[in-house]
Structures are given as structure tokens and as C-alpha cells.
């Protein structure tokens, strides 16, 4: 699951170019282009929960250490 969410936290680094904090500092400021497609709006999601799960994960980790 780690590895999973690491890789898809990746894959959205390099299609936008920036990590997910710069991602959502560019999306309030209205920097994204067509940020209301379907599209966008589905890689914000998924891009979010990768990341929530990649610290979830990390917490567990520390705690099984």
C-alpha cells in the first residue's frame, strides 16, 4: 500500500511539476489550468488521499517500530 501511494504521489509530481502543497497553493490562486475538469478535479482527489495515506502509513510504521 506504501509503495503504491509513494508511486502514485510520484506520477502526479511529474505530470504537474510540483508537489501536492505547491499543487494546492496553485489551485486556490487559480494557477491550474482548467481546474474544474473532470480530470483535475479526479487527480486533486486521488493525489490528496495518496498522500494522507502515505502519512497514515508512516504513523503505523513508527508505532509497529
Excluded: C, G, H
Amino acid at each position: 500500500k506504501k509503495e503504491q501511494a509513494m508511486t502514485l504521489t510520484t506520477s502526479f509530481e511529474k505530470k504537474y511539476s510540483m508537489t501536492f502543497s505547491q499543487f494546492e497553493d496553485a489551485w486556490r490562486e487559480d494557477r491550474i489550468p482548467q481546474k474544474y475538469s473532470l480530470e483535475v478535479e479526479n487527480d486533486y482527489a486521488e493525489w490528496e488521499a495518496s498522500i494522507t495515506d502515505l502519512k497514515r502509513l508512516e504513523e503505523l510504521e513508527q508505532w509497529l517500530v
